[in-house]
């Protein structure tokens, strides 16, 4: 997963939230070590442009940002690290690509780094740190950014006199944030209505959908699908390697169940979409969705009049969770003022600026900041305290997806078969027949799972 806020809305943040620094003593720009920063074009390189700009100011080094294209990133930081090229000091990795980087020596451990910054390091989320910082005993890196998943809705509609009576008397439970999957399709059924229908007891001038769906042919699809493939206590490889075909097929008949209440879009789009529905006043919740996209879905309080936003945990609080990872290629030719960079980047200041800018912070002394964590704020904070119980109710989880050295290479396979059953080219049972068929393929038979 890759999520993103829109292009400029962290800029212009960081632009007021960061003060300037003054420029590094005793350095001129012809002494500066050079490092080369491979990481997302767009949102995520223009929001640190001041962080990068804060590092040089305190270090004698000059880096390179180097913008790539969020589907071109994974191929390319590929080809230079087979290639040993040094072409990248630092690279971004999603947290399905750490094991397959760390496994075949494409990054360095940094756990001798920080073997005297425990503090720091203790200081990421716990929950997300093993998930994208560790692998098989070594540390390799620091996230930056969470997309974790979880619940956005219209609190609204939820809260209004109206629907909560006719919710009670239609399925004889009141209506409330779900706490199961089952709840939340009801909840997906009760708020689909077609134009001239009410809603809050007002006509409507056009249809509305009761859930937004990420069913585009993106990687998003799979993201959606795992918390409640989770929530069922499979993952989408067992501990021996496979893909647990009845398992997937379940988690996919009950997300086709719930197509038919989300807008005939939801085949095209992924979670940009998915927030241009819901600003646009077309749906009621999300499904399983990234938290990085509250600022965006706030918003919606001024483009749709009378609405209130609220988020949450996800159903049976299981959820896609992870990270960006800031890792050291093994080819670089400076790794101290790599390791020095993503240590920075990482740290307690910059993420600080950072969540001011509205970006989604790693780090617990950030995420529980007074100022960041209060529940009833609809700032474009407000979700922090919604990932501090996110990461508490998932504490410990891992997933063997995220274990392999092959979980890259799956993950970009993943939506193939499951977007075409949610288009309804095959069903449930071919599509995790041609998922289980093609992750053999590509690991050669059951996949390696590295504990």
Not at 128 to 156: H, N, S
Not at 175 to 186: G, I, K, N, S
Not at 286 to 307: I, K
Not at 322 to 348: C, K, N, R, T, W
Request: with cysteine.
């Amino acid at each position: 997963m890759k999520s993103m806020l829109k292009k400029g809305f962290l800029v212009a943040a960081l632009m007021t939230t960061t003060a300037p620094v003054a420029m590094a003593q005793e350095c001129v720009d012809a002494d500066r070590v050079p490092i080369t920063w491979s990481t997302i074009a767009g949102f995520y390189t223009d929001a640190m442009a001041n962080l990068v700009a804060g590092f040089e100011a305190k270090n004698c080094v000059k880096v390179n940002v180097i913008n790539i294209d969020n589907s071109q990133l994974y191929n390319k930081q590929v080809i230079e690290m087979v290639g040993q090229t040094g072409a990248y000091d630092v690279v971004t990795l999603e947290t399905s690509e750490k094991a397959e980087f760390a496994e075949n020596g494409f990054i360095l451990p940094m756990t001798d780094y920080f073997a005297d910054k425990k503090a720091q390091l203790d200081d990421v989320a716990p929950t997300l740190a093993a998930l994208t910082t560790q692998y098989k005993g070594d540390v390799w890196g620091l996230p930056y950014y969470t997309y974790t998943a979880g619940y956005i809705y219209r609190a609204d509609l939820f809260e209004d006199a109206t629907e909560k009576e006719a919710f009670k008397k239609r399925f004889n439970y009141d209506l409330a944030v779900p706490t199961t999957w089952a709840q939340h399709r009801d909840i997906a059924e009760f708020f689909t209505r077609k134009a001239g229908e009410t809603l809050k007891g007002e006509a409507l001038a056009k249809d509305f959908y009761g859930v937004g769906l990420m069913a585009g042919p993106f990687p998003e699809i799979q993201d959606e699908m795992s918390g409640v493939l989770w929530s069922q206590g499979a993952d989408w490889l067992t501990d021996e390697g496979k893909v647990p075909v009845d398992a997937v097929e379940k988690a996919m008949n009950d997300y086709l169940a719930l197509m038919k209440f989300a807008p005939p879009a939801a085949l095209t789009v992924t979670y940009d979409g998915v927030m241009n529905q819901m600003k646009d006043g077309q749906i009621a919740q999300t499904y399983s969705f990234f938290l990085d996209q509250w600022p965006n879905a706030v918003t919606t309080e001024t483009s749709v009049p009378g609405a209130k936003m609220g988020v949450a945990e996800a159903p049976e609080k299981k959820a896609y969770i992870g990270g960006f990872l800031l890792a050291v290629s093994a080819s670089s030719a400076h790794p101290q003022e790599a390791m020095d960079f993503v240590a920075y980047i990482g740290g307690h200041d910059a993420q600080m600026e950072f969540a001011k800018a509205g970006g989604t912070s790693t780090l617990m002394s950030v995420l529980s900041d007074p100022a960041f964590a209060a529940p009833e704020s609809h700032t474009k904070t407000g979700h922090f305290s919604t990932l501090l119980k996110i990461f508490d109710s998932m504490k410990g989880f891992r997933s063997n997806l995220f274990d392999t050295p092959f979980g890259a290479k799956i993950y970009n396979t993943m939506q193939i078969p499951l977007q075409s059953a949610a288009a309804g080219q095959i069903d449930a049972r071919a599509a995790a027949e041609q998922l289980a068929a093609e992750v053999e393929k590509i690991c050669g038979g059951p996949c390696p799972i590295g504990k």
